[in-house]
């Protein structure tokens, strides 16, 4: 039986019908299939560079620096299917179990996703990286006939300097996940994940990027308590109408202002929409002539701001193709729509105040990077949970090169290794897709 009344249409990033009348709990990440494989493949999977470390081992430089006269000749790239089918060997539990090693087309990477019984096995997320990394070590080692006297080399390629320092600097594996070290409290694990990484994932598609984003900053607010009692359904209709583009709000907002638009309109646009909608009602006129806007909804208008600040990225970091301008389109749109309704902008205020710190921090008077390097476990953007990361995504999806660090620069292996991964590249298909499945259960 459906705990809320509220049922969505899913539309994909073209404005195609995927699915009508789909119960808000269908795209829940506590029973969504897709949502469900999207976090588990972000906890269990790893890129490996394999001609990286054969290049590290031959200069010697492992871990962010180079010993000199530890040079070591292996031909890596060449033995990359013995070496992955060691590792499968290591990691496997169980005969069929759900692990993971295939070495892509090019032979110079690797994908090693350990199984889930290992998972289960432990308590942190960590286990996915720290597994797959001893397997890996230990397959180089066998397939070489490493000695004692070097096979510290081979660890600390594939390590990094871990445990000196808290991370694994200077590895030739990447997850998709930091370390727990970094995160700025509990559950904040699938926030801890850049812009730009949603941005090669996708593939440069602005609402994938959005919807992927949504999809990990959502489901950490499950993980870490904030999508609880009320909060579940405000938490849900912010992930269906900004992430999933229900009722195709955000498509067909962008597409009204998409030629001679502004933010200004994508404004106006949306409180036609949510007039039109009866999500808010026009109130009290006031002796100046100012008509206050009422709601019974409140979680639902914020859901209506979600996806119109999405659409406002979109038309106005579109029209640039400039990231820079995320975090003032942020807070311009939330400061037309308050002063035009006399009702709370996106996450009740809380993405008008971020963007103004994210202002400085990006490229303002501090200026240490650009909004791309911006994450939800950010001290400065991890305040709007939910609502900001997606939009910020999107823009640097639309960003054609303006950024000191790109998404090229900072994430391309996101994009070589897991770029054909379904629930990464296209998660509005996927998970609407796995809603139509389950609507019935509902």
């Given at each position: 039986?459906?705990?809320?009344?509220?049922?969505?249409?899913?539309?994909d990033d073209r404005g195609k019908l995927i699915e009508k009348d789909v119960p808000l709990e269908a795209i829940s990440p506590l029973y969504n299939p897709a949502i469900k494989r999207t976090v588990s493949l972000a906890k269990r999977i790893n890129a490996v560079d394999l001609a990286a470390l054969e290049g590290a081992l031959k200069k010697a430089k492992v871990g962010g620096g180079t010993l000199m006269g530890r040079e070591m000749?292996?031909?890596?790239?060449?033995?990359?299917?013995?070496?992955?089918?060691?590792?499968?060997?290591?990691?496997?539990?169980?005969?069929?179990?759900?692990?993971?090693?295939?070495?892509?087309?090019?032979?110079?990477?690797?994908?090693?996703?350990?199984?889930?019984?290992?998972?289960?096995?432990?308590?942190?997320?960590?286990?996915?990286?720290?597994?797959?990394?001893?397997?890996?070590?230990?397959?180089?080692?066998?397939?070489?006939?490493?000695?004692?006297?070097?096979?510290?080399?081979?660890?600390?390629?594939?390590?990094?300097?871990?445990?000196?320092?808290?991370?694994?600097?200077?590895?030739?594996?990447?997850?998709?996940?930091?370390?727990?070290?970094?995160?700025?409290?509990?559950?904040?694990?699938?926030?801890?994940?850049?812009?730009?990484?949603?941005?090669?994932?996708?593939?440069?598609?602005?609402?994938?990027?959005?919807?992927?984003?949504?999809?990990?900053?959502?489901?950490?607010?499950?993980?870490?308590?904030?999508?609880?009692?009320?909060?579940?359904?405000?938490?849900?209709?912010?992930?269906?109408?900004?992430?999933?583009?229900?009722?195709?709000?955000?498509?067909?907002?962008?597409?009204?202002?998409?030629?001679?638009?502004?933010?200004?309109?994508?404004?106006?646009?949306?409180?036609?929409?949510?007039?039109?909608?009866?999500?808010?009602?026009?109130?009290?006129?006031?002796?100046?002539?100012?008509?206050?806007?009422?709601?019974?909804?409140?979680?639902?208008?914020?859901?209506?701001?979600?996806?119109?600040?999405?659409?406002?990225?979109?038309?106005?970091?579109?029209?640039?193709?400039?990231?820079?301008?995320?975090?003032?389109t942020i807070l311009y749109y939330n400061d037309l729509l308050e002063h035009e309704t006399s009702l709370p902008g996106a996450d009740y205020g809380r993405s008008m105040g971020t963007s103004v710190g994210m202002s400085f921090f990006s490229h303002s008077i501090y200026g240490g990077?650009?909004?791309?390097?911006?994450?939800?476990?950010?001290?400065?953007?991890?305040?709007?949970?939910?609502?900001?990361?997606?939009?910020?995504?999107?823009?640097?999806?639309?960003?054609?090169?303006?950024?000191?660090?790109?998404?090229?620069?900072?994430?391309?292996?996101?994009?070589?290794?897991?770029?054909?991964?379904?629930?990464?590249?296209?998660?509005?298909?996927?998970?609407?897709?796995?809603?139509?499945?389950?609507?019935?259960?509902?």
């Open positions: 039986m459906a705990k809320y009344k509220d049922k969505i249409d899913l539309y000749d292996l031909a890596i790239v060449a033995n990359g299917e013995k070496i992955a089918k060691r590792v499968k060997d290591i990691l496997k539990t169980t005969k069929d179990d759900d692990t993971e090693v295939t070495v892509l087309p090019d032979g110079k990477k690797m994908i090693i996703v350990t199984p889930s019984a290992r998972m289960d096995a432990g308590v942190e997320y960590t286990t996915g990286f720290t597994s797959a990394a001893a397997a890996l070590t230990q397959a180089v080692l066998d397939q070489f006939d490493v000695d004692m006297f070097q096979a510290s080399m081979v660890k600390a390629a594939i390590w990094g300097r871990y445990p000196q320092t808290l991370n694994f600097q200077g590895s030739v594996m990447k997850s998709i996940l930091d370390v727990p070290q970094l995160n700025e409290g509990a559950g904040f694990a699938l926030r801890n994940v850049m812009a730009n990484h949603y941005v090669m994932l996708t593939g440069r598609n602005a609402m994938n990027a959005a919807a992927v984003a949504s999809i990990f900053e959502n489901a950490a607010a499950f993980e870490m308590g904030d999508a609880s009692g009320p909060f579940e359904r405000q938490h849900l209709l912010a992930l269906a109408y900004q992430g999933l583009n229900a009722n195709n709000i955000v498509y067909d907002l962008t597409k009204m202002n998409g030629k001679t638009g502004t933010v200004g309109s994508v404004v106006e646009s949306l409180i036609d929409r949510a007039l039109e909608d009866k999500v808010i009602k026009k109130g009290k006129k006031l002796a100046s002539g100012f008509v206050e806007m009422t709601t019974n909804d409140y979680p639902l208008w914020n859901a209506y701001t979600a996806a119109g600040m999405l659409a406002a990225i979109c038309v106005n970091v579109g029209a640039a193709r400039a990231a820079q301008g995320i975090p003032s990077g650009g909004p791309g390097l911006f994450h939800g476990n950010h001290v400065v953007t991890k305040h709007a949970k939910g609502v900001v990361i997606p939009v910020i995504a999107a823009g640097c999806a639309l960003d054609a090169g303006t950024q000191m660090f790109s998404a090229e620069n900072t994430s391309s292996l996101m994009r070589d290794v897991f770029g054909d991964i379904p629930e990464f590249k296209t998660p509005l298909k996927m998970v609407g897709k796995e809603a139509k499945k389950i609507k019935k259960d509902f």
